[in-house]
Structure formats: C-alpha cells, structure tokens
C-alpha cells in the first residue's frame, strides 16, 4: 500500500505531524483522515487504476490529506499551483486527463467553471464519507504516483509538459535524501514552498511525513512570523530557494540589533539550511554565512529527476557548487556528440539515471523520446567539475550564450554583476547579433537612491571578467520576472528585449 511505505504514517502514534494555523494533527489524527479520504474517492470501486485526481490546496492539512489518499487510493495525483492562472490550470487537467479535482475549500467560480467546461468533477475533502472502508488497494512500486508540470517552456509546444513519478521514484528520493540529509523525527520545519513542485512536495512535506517528523504549513511566506518562531528556535532545518534567502537578508537588516541578534542566532542554532531550484550566487552564500553562521547546503535536481547533486552534510560545502551525486543516483556529463567527457573543466550536459528519475512525460511520447539517451534523462543544464564538485553553468538553450567563437556562462557573468554596489538582482541573457552570432546583455535591478548606465557598467567590468564577456546591452527593470519557485524567467526578458 502506498502509504505504508510511510514509516510514521503507519505507525500512526500521537506525535504531531503537521501545524496548520492554530491546529495541530498528530499522525494518529492525520492518518484517519487519509484513510477517510481514500474511502470517499473510492465509492464503490476496488481501486482507482491511475485515475488522475488534481488536488488543489495550498499548505496544509488539506493538501497532506488528499496527496496521500490519492496515492493510497491507488490513483495519480496531479498537484495544481493554487496562484495559476485559468489557461495554465486548463492546460494541466486537459493534458494530465484529470477527472475529478480535489481542494481544501470553496473553489474560485472560475475553477468552478473550468471543471464544468472540462467535465471534472469537484470535490471537497471535508464533504467525503465520515468512515473508511474496508482495506485499500495493494500499490505496487512500479505504479504511477504523480504527474508534476515543468516549469520551463522547452520543447516543441513551449507549454509545460507532465513529469510522471512512480512511487518507486518517490521512495527512492526520500530514502537517500534521509540518509544524505540525516532527516529524524526531531525535525521541525517551515513549509512556504509552491506544493506543486517537487521541493516543497518531496524534500519538505513527505521526506517529513516519512521520517515522523513536524511541519509547520505557511499557505504564504510570512517573514516576520517565520523569523519570530526562528528567534524561539523553533525550526531545526530549512529549505528555501534562493529568492527567500535574499527577502530574509533584507528584512534582517530592518530589525533593531537585539531582534537581529536573536533571529541570526536562531537561524545558526538550526542543524542545516539548504538552498535549491535555482543558483545560488556565491554572494548570497557568503553574506547568509556572515549574518547567520551557517553555511548553506546547495543541492541540485530537476522535475524529472529529484535531486541527484548535493554538497556533504558534514564536509566542505563550496560556494557557487552543487556538490556531487548523491548515493544511488549516477551522474554523467556529455558533450554535443553524445560522448561522456572525462576532463573535469570541459562544459558538457548533466544527465542522470537512477530509480528516483521519472518514467515518462505524460502522454507525449515525443518529448520522452527527446528527453533520454540510451537511458539517461537529458537535463539540459551544462556543468564542469572542480575538484570533484559541480558547478552549474546555466541551461544550454538559455544561460549557455555562443558570442564570437566563445561559449559564456551566464550565470558566472551575474554572479560577478552581483557584487556591483548599484545593482540589486541581475540576469544575463544573449540576444541574436549579425557579428557575433549572441551578444551579452544585462537585466538588472538597482538599490535603493542607485544609478547605472551602460558605459559605467563596462567601465566597472573592465579587469573583473574578459572583454568577451563584458554586457553590451543594459535593461533596467523594477523587478526581474520570476516563477513559482524564483526562478527568474529569462525566456519572458529574452522576448522583451
């Protein structure tokens, strides 16, 4: 069955599994509640046989009910972002074939009505039988758990295309994350991340559910409450996206010194702090270690795969690096023939093979045709190795830029913005030139009462990073465009430059 595969979920005792708001559930309470679940989207049926199911819910025990009865109720989940818009939530349940949707609360009328134009049933969690029934459904490894959309726009549709995991990929991420992670039931941890992307659906909220460990759901990131309970020690990890750290460090800085003094203490106090789903520049690295003690653990993974790259629990955790594979993953690097590269600062694609990489896109044999090689999953993320550890060069169709002869990384180009005193964020792209096949241009955010211009930037490069690499294009911007999970989205600054 799939959810006694959850070690604490079957054990079902009385410690508390998840905080949500003012209410907590313990395993007992949240366990009773899948199994009433799972009755309820089963009826009169056995099994639901891969049925699709979207659950759209933010954090919460809402969300942590449904996930888990579906999967227990032999169906697929489809996890929604509950902030999409009309036409990304139509894309998802047309190509995912959902049936029936899922959700904590009332739905907008608009989802209302988009269920009805699609012929999906809504459901809401509270209104399901009051009993379980008899045993559920025997769930093999080898089933489908899940369908998770990308957040790219690769591919010939340029829409977001259905990763599909099995439970077996499941199990097998969260054991060697346990392990890698040194996970235990003493964990307490926020949970502010998107529930429709693997970070906060496997590395926070079911690598905790597995390990009986405690989650205190945040529907929204709230700074000042999450630093308040930091202040009291309440968390001993933390997993965030870049983006977080950064509006942390800045509300830090707000707080009178004795505040900052405690929130900094607390955030030191914690066993480790983990950064992922986009670069972390190795400024921010050095300022979060400056403020708070810790050095951040930066990992690696992608939709398709989980994560397979990670700096060492205990050992030296670089700056700028992902670390290296982790235990029952393999990692290789391939350059544009197909051919493993051997020399470690040679640029070549990352791909990756293991039990925790997806089965398939979901129907579109095309894409999962594209996306392996003889049995590899195909990232597109280009990398080097320095001493054994990964560094990310950027995606090869979007931070990789062709300019006169040279291949420039993108993301090493803003890392090196990043430590201008004018500029705030920073995003390379290349743009078509007729010279040089792709010119460097810069997208940027200024500080406060700050003043760039193009001629100052070059000025300011100059002796800091190679001619070749210089911008020769400035955008000034209030924000810099991102997704769900803080990626800055460069497709969107490529168009409107």
Known sequence: MANEAFPALCKANDRIALVDGESSWSYRELKARINRCSAGLLEAREDLREERIAVFAP?????????????????????????????????????????????????????????????????????????????????????????????????????????????????????????????????????????????????????????????????????????????????????????????????????????????????????????????????LFRQWRELTGQVMLERYGTTETGMALSNPYDGDRRAGTVGQALPGVSVQRFDEQDRPIGADTTPGEIRIRGDSVMQEYWNNAEATSAGFRNGWFRTGDIAIVEDGYYRILGRSSIDIIKSGGYKLSALEIEGVLLDHEAIGEAAVIGLPDETWGEIVAAIVTLRDGARLDLAGLKQWCAGRMSAYKIPRKLKIMRDLPRNAMGKVVKTALRDLL
């Open 59 to 283: 954090a919460g025990i809402g969300y942590a009910t449904a996930l888990h009865a579906v999967w227990q109720a032999g169906g697929i989940a489809v996890p929604l972002n509950v902030a999409a818009t009309d036409a990304e939530l139509e894309h998802h349940l047309a190509n995912a074939g959902a049936t029936r949707l899922i959700a904590a609360r009332d739905l907008p009328p608009e989802t209302r009505r988009l269920c009805g134009r699609l012929g999906i049933q809504p459901l809401a969690i509270d209104s399901l039988p009051a009993e379980p029934r008899r045993p559920m459904p025997p769930i093999e490894p080898a089933r489908r758990a899940m369908i998770l959309f990308t957040s790219g726009t690769s591919g010939t549709s340029g829409k977001p295309k259905g990763a599909v995991i099995t439970h077996r990929a499941i199990h097998a991420q969260i054991n060697l994350l346990t392990k890698a992670w040194q996970w235990s039931e003493s964990d307490v941890l926020p949970l502010f991340l998107p529930l429709h992307h693997f970070h906060g659906i496997i590395n926070v909220l079911n690598c905790a559910l597995w390990n009986g460990a405690c989650v205190h759901a945040m529907p929204r990131l709230d700074i000042e409450k999450l630093c308040g309970q930091v202040a009291r020690g309440t968390y001993t990890a933390l997993m965030a996206v870049p983006t977080i750290y950064v509006k942390l460090i800045a509300y830090i800085r707000t707080l009178a010194p004795a505040d900052r003094n405690a929130v900094c203490a607390g955030f030191g106090r914690m066993r480790v702090n983990i950064s992922g789903s986009a670069a972390c520049p190795a400024k």
